[in-house]
């Protein structure tokens, strides 16, 4: 009501009947939209299915909209509904109901008889349920190094020269002529070249003080020779030397030292007896 006469409300808002016109001016209460409506053209309607809105959106105001409905987890969609995934099926959550009908998946089971009937799947060795509830729907991806229906069977393991494959999925460390061997999990590496050994044919072989390399094996010199430790198996041939060959190679070495040491010293000398020669030849002439 305004001036003393009845007055239509505003589009989108509302009042009761019975407004006293000789009375005070009276005012229009907004219509407030209902849970899952929204304004169009100051009118409150229904969202389309698969949509939501919260309520109370004013009708007086401007045009809303509806939102699509997210599912929870465990939740399909199904004809814009959110529907329960039945037996032990999963769905992550976040399906959008405004959209196209989705699907829950079948669950990994460890328990051999889990045929998918209940939408648990037999599944081992890492590997991800698929499909849904029903024998022969449910199916399981396996990780690599594993195969089979169920991912039951590990693989034969293979060698690699990437230090950081312990075998986990097929692959093993395993070189200098190794072999691998086992399956997924359990690898082994064995049947090394010559001269290498270890859990992954990675160490050389290095043979001790007094042996020589014989055809990629270590074998004892012959008596009365030797030779130092560290020559590698994996390497050409080595030889000792005669003990005492190396004895006299010191000595000589020594007795040159000794030389070389009494001609600097006999040199010294010489320059000692010179300048005093010198010396005296000069005192003559003064006196002279």
Same mark, same amino acid.
């Given at each position: 009501?305004?001036?003393?006469?009845?007055?239509?409300?505003?589009?989108?808002?509302?009042?009761?009947?019975?407004?006293?016109?000789?009375?005070?001016?009276?005012?229009?209460?907004?219509?407030?939209?209902? !849970?899952?409506?929204?304004?169009?053209?100051?009118?409150?309607?229904?969202?389309?299915?698969?949509?939501?809105?919260?309520?109370?959106?004013?009708?007086?105001?401007?045009? %809303?909209?509806?939102?699509?409905?997210?599912?929870?987890?465990?939740?399909?969609?199904?004809? #814009?509904?959110?529907?329960?995934?039945?037996?032990?099926?999963?769905?992550?959550?976040?399906?959008?109901?405004?959209?196209?009908?989705?699907?829950?998946?079948?669950?990994?089971?460890?328990?051999?008889? &889990?045929?998918?009937?209940?939408?648990?799947?037999?599944? =081992? #060795?890492?590997? %991800?349920?698929?499909?849904? @509830?029903?024998?022969? @729907?449910?199916? +399981?991806?396996? #990780?690599?190094?594993?195969?089979?229906?169920?991912?039951?069977?590990?693989?034969? +393991?293979?060698?690699?020269?990437?230090?950081? &494959?312990?075998?986990?999925?097929?692959?093993?460390? +395993?070189?200098?002529?190794?072999?691998?061997?086992?399956?997924?999990?359990?690898?082994?590496?064995?049947?090394?070249?010559?001269?290498?050994?270890?859990?992954?044919?990675?160490?050389?072989?290095?043979?001790?003080?007094?042996?020589?390399?014989?055809?990629?094996?270590?074998?004892?010199?012959?008596?009365?020779?030797?030779?130092?430790?560290?020559?590698?198996?994996?390497?050409?041939?080595?030889?000792?030397?005669? =003990? *005492?060959?190396?004895?006299?190679?010191?000595?000589?070495?020594?007795? $040159?030292?000794?030389?070389?040491?009494? *001609?600097?010293?006999?040199?010294?000398?010489?320059? =000692?007896?010179?300048?005093? !020669? !010198?010396?005296?030849?000069?005192?003559?002439? $003064? *006196?002279?």
């Amino acid at each position: 009501m305004s001036s003393n006469s009845c007055g239509c409300c505003a589009s989108g808002s509302t009042n009761v009947a019975g407004d006293d016109a000789s009375g005070e001016e009276t005012t229009c209460d907004a219509t407030l939209c209902a !849970l899952d409506e929204y304004v169009s053209s100051n009118a409150c309607t229904p969202c389309a299915t698969g949509y939501g809105n919260a309520a109370d959106d004013g009708a007086s105001g401007g045009d %809303t909209t509806c939102d699509g409905y997210l599912c929870a987890v465990d939740e399909y969609v199904s004809s #814009n509904a959110c529907t329960a995934c039945v037996g032990g099926e999963t769905n992550a959550a976040g399906d959008d109901a405004s959209g196209s009908d989705t699907t829950c998946s079948c669950t990994a089971s460890s328990t051999s008889s &889990k045929d998918g009937s209940d939408g648990t799947f037999y599944c =081992i #060795n890492g590997g %991800t349920a698929r499909g849904t @509830t029903g024998v022969g @729907t449910c199916t +399981c991806t396996c #990780n690599v190094g594993y195969s089979g229906f169920s991912c039951e069977t590990a693989d034969a +393991c293979s060698a690699s020269s990437t230090s950081s &494959k312990d075998g986990s999925d097929g692959t093993f460390y +395993c070189i200098n002529g190794g072999t691998a061997g086992g399956t997924t999990g359990s690898c082994t590496c064995t049947s090394c070249d010559a001269g290498y050994e270890g859990d992954n044919c990675h160490t050389a072989i290095l043979c001790a003080a007094n042996q020589r390399v014989v055809s990629n094996a270590c074998t004892a010199c012959g008596e009365g020779t030797q030779n130092a430790a560290g020559d590698e198996v994996s390497g050409a041939d080595t030889t000792c030397v005669s =003990i *005492r060959a190396e004895y006299y190679d010191q000595y000589y070495e020594t007795q $040159e030292e000794v030389a070389s040491s009494s *001609r600097s010293s006999r040199s010294s000398d010489a320059w =000692i007896v010179s300048a005093g !020669l !010198l010396v005296c030849f000069f005192h003559g002439v $003064e *006196r002279g």
